[in-house]
């Protein structure tokens, strides 16, 4: 795939400026099962780099399924970390909470506690509303690509969460906004990763 990033582009360092962390050595064996279709996740979180990330995970994408035929699936994964989630702890309970927020209404019919109330109301809905408008911008990147895509939300750490989606899909190629091994986010990944790790190049404009 990045062989032919490169003859597309005219540059011949693009390999060893993107792959973060190597394919996993059983993942040949992997591969020859699932030959029929290809799987890529770009960690998204609509900044700069991850639209980046996108991008090259959808010229990637279009470039294999000319090539091969194969279906080929895009996913981006926005994750609402750890600290984030202590600081908004309601956006997990919605069930449990439903009952005190419609007693905070009725109260308010009743009294004029609306500008008491209305900042719990919408500390809740925040960063839900924050973590849509997100992953909205990478299905209207996504729509210019008329290929298959999809979007997760995911809650807790984004490393930890990264990995589960791509377990759980199954996935060939993490693409993420980074252009360093040293990056924290690189890092915090294990170095049993279960797919390639791609990052962007640090010159793609040149």
């Known amino acids: 795939m990045l062989a032919r990033l490169q003859s597309a582009i005219g540059r011949n360092d693009l390999i060893e400026q993107m792959v ?13 099962t699932t030959a029929s279709s290809v799987n890529l996740i770009v960690a998204y979180d609509a900044s700069p780099n991850s639209h980046t990330a996108l991008d090259i995970a959808f010229w990637i994408a279009h470039q294999t399924r000319l090539a091969t035929n194969a279906e ?40 004029a506690t609306l500008v008491l109330t209305q900042p719990k109301l919408q500390t809740v809905i925040t960063p839900l509303q924050q973590a849509d408008k997100i992953l909205w911008q990478a299905r209207s990147l996504a729509e210019e690509w008329q290929g298959c895509f999809k979007s ?55």
Do not use: W
């Open 20 to 32: 973060l962390l190597p394919e996993p050595k059983n993942q040949f064996s992997q591969q020859s």
């Open 72 to 111: 080929v699936t895009v996913q981006a994964v926005y994750v609402l970390e750890d600290n984030q989630s202590s600081q908004y702890p309601n956006i997990l309970n919605f069930p449990i909470q439903q009952p005190s927020l419609e007693c905070q209404v009725s109260e308010i019919s009743k009294s």
């Open 152 to 206: 997760h939300l995911r809650f807790g750490s984004v490393s930890t969460e990264l990995k589960k989606v791509v377990e759980l899909e199954a996935a060939d190629i993490l693409f993420v906004g980074c252009k360093s091994v040293n990056h924290p986010m690189i890092e915090a990944l294990d170095s049993d990763f279960p797919c390639a790790v791609l990052g962007i190049p640090s010159c793609i404009d040149e």
